[in-house]
């Protein structure tokens, strides 16, 4: 032991748990699964690596990739180098592509999975994080329904994390519930998962979080019609309105725009959008109805008419009608999403918790009309969400929100009063098992008080005595103690 | 579309999956993670890095580490450098340093994860995959009973993987199997997950696999009793002995052993260590007895006399004493079982496929006294198993030899006749995913025997016609057509 001691720090934006926050951060995983699956998505994962040329294919290597070196590489090793994938839209255009012909299409898939950032550390900022991504790709088109369908998982996803009031479920039978995943299980059953305090949520009308959905034919539409035609103009407008930005005279002189009547437009267009911004929680109608009204009269002035506006706002009515069904407020229409990255080409989403929105987006993305074009030949349209799973399950740690209960998964500690005990013990141990009831046998015969002091720490919430003669439980919630078969007992309901 | 495409390729020794094949992996994990907790393991999970000094903290650096590199680190910067983890163990040591005073101990928990190594790429090898460890680790002492149980639970981890014959369930009440994994339940249900393949392992008496055990304390008492005292020898000879080697004379004389009567003396052990290789399947009695009489009796002849022979005899009838409830042949003793790495201390563990030995260990480990002596000033004796998940996937993969099967999760197709229909559709759907059936939505309206062949396609049983008069559903293994309510209709068992 005179060996000198490394003693192991943290490492910055690599987070990780003690047991009982990983039992919840797993319940968010599964719970995610079980709705994805609930809607038939199919579960991939991918590679924590991608080729450095997949990642580069599009002709821009973002500086935040983590290089891979073998710690003694040879001379003349001549492997593919390899970078850690830092998000999973291009693990996903890649798989796509290598796997096309054994894919069948519209391909519903999610994917939950760890990305990687080589940022430099600093407070708050993840450098490993985890992600839950759904997207649908078709071959050529893809129906809008999509976009909808999207939404309404996450917003069913999202509240089950956010775990607002719930209704009772309907009357079950033996079958129903399979595939609920824990978290909903536990609601379901009236189970000890601690509500969530969120000041205000809890039966009144606001809930947790809010989806923004908008379509970027509107605002690309407009800016065509005053002539920024070039893509790149109109992706620095749109990057600079999505850091919050507004338009002013000197940021349209900047994009190349000095003619005074066209300033004028677009100072307009800003206007009206401002107008949108301050009404979020009208209805989608108002908005839509205004716009058309706006254009129709003349009132908006547009140097050229290009139709992409109507066409975005037409299916941004479509996708707002087809998630009616959701609670009011749950979607909105905000024309003030526009999302920064060049690809999204229609529907825009972006996600706010209704207490915390200055966390920013927790779960967004949008359409594209061409998921893989640097991998394959074929056009690939797709509409894709994510969850940025990390960030939102630490705010709520930090905040004190998450439901942490229990360490331990049994719902049963055997005793073992004595050494002559071991067998009965662990027959008793292995008939719970045989049901399914998640068991452990306590590992030696210490004072019976010391034991259930054990049960209690890591929350299980039975103890079993067990005894040839007649075994007993007790349950220490209630302190009641009755007799017990190992082959027929089940926990209390 | 001038763009240049990068034609993206397999990147050697990184497995993915198409989606009906990660049905069956999802399967496996849930699997694994269910019968963990049946057994009240925790479960943990560590970041996909360490900083390298915590790796590289016993002294050694392994060659096959990969390093991170930012792709444009900044001169100066002064981050910790950070590689891949290449096992769960080094990962486990520097948790419960870390966070000793927030576990409880024993510790118990189970990690499954992947881990990377920088290998050259060559046909079969992993440079990323996946294992599945389960450790108990106590503070200054560990209670032998711990090295039955985890042999116990990889037994029915791996009994379920492999899927031999199952004794139908006891009647099962309405709570009951809650905590059964997918693969349990399946087969319990008598679900349609088609039997393994496994030639001569059904309804005969051989199983699939075998766990063998040793105790090293047996094997280092008799080299210290020939007084090889050093431990770097032990250790090399162990190594030697763990790759299948034979001890010569010409060995001896290079691990130092020159004197012609110790000589004899090793080849003497060596004699014996080669009848209990050839007796693997006779009862651990045999070997016991015969041992010991082989000592008391004086034929084997002790230069001094090490009593971890002793002891190493005695814990090893012990951890096969507590495991005599599994089927014969399940866990045999087997002397010959050594693992040449240099912390364990005790029990020892190889797991075998009963027709592909030549796969090497699936399910190894063993016990040590030390986990995390360089992290930490404690003594954290330790007893841990770990499955080559990924190494025993691959085979059973490439032998054809996985239920592989439906690629949707989904258990039901909702049709869509006609446009009209969307409403009654997603409102029929939306009945059916309330009570967790697991349901798609057909995206357009084709026509109908394109939607049925969809969802054979992708192995979705049943086909949902929705009309707001009245609903019906096509099963379509049957081809039965029969009304039925989404508020209340269940899949058939």
Known sequence: MARKIIKPQPISGFPEYTPA??????????????????????????????ALDVIAAKGEVDKEIYVLERLHRAEGDKDARLGLRFDQTVPLARYVAQHFNDLDFPFKRYQI???????????????????????????DALPLSFDAELAAIMWEVLSGLLNPPQPPPSARGGNDGANLSPLEQERSEGANLPPLEQGGVRGGSALPFQIRVSNRKILIGLLKSVCIRKNEEITKILS????????????????????SEKQKILMEFHYQ??????KKGETFNYIYENMKHLIGEGLIYLDTYDESIEEGLD????????LSHLPKGAVVADLSIVRGLDYYTGTVYETFLTDAPELGSICSGGRYDDLAGAYINKKLPGVGLSIGVSRLFSHLLAAGKLPIGRVSPAEVLVALPSEDHRKAAQEAARALRQRGINTEVYHAPH???RQIAYAEK????????????????????????????????????
């Open 315 to 322: 299916e941004l009515k479509s996708v707002m009608a087809d």
């Open 447 to 449: 004072k019976i008080g």
């Open 21 to 50: 926050v990983q039992r919840v951060w797993q319940a968010w995983c599964d719970h995610m699964r079980a709705v994805f699956e609930r809607y038939g998505f199919c579960g991939i994962e991918t590679p924590a690596v991608e």
């Open 273 to 278: 959008f401002k107008i949108f911004q301050n």
């Open 240 to 259: 600079f309105l999505d850091k919050g930005h507004e338009i002013h005279p000197g940021l349209l002189r900047e994009f190349g725009v000095t003619e």
């Open 113 to 139: 999975g760890r990305v990687w950032r080589g940022e430099r550390p600093q407070a708050g900022r993840f450098r490993e994080f985890t992600q839950a991504d759904i997207d649908v790709i078709g071959v």
């Open 458 to 493: 890591r929350g299980v919430p039975h103890v079993w005595f067990p005894d040839a003669g007649g075994h007993s439980v007790k349950t220490l919630a209630t302190g009641q103690q009755a007799p017990a078969d190992p082959q027929t007992w089940r926990p209390p309901a």
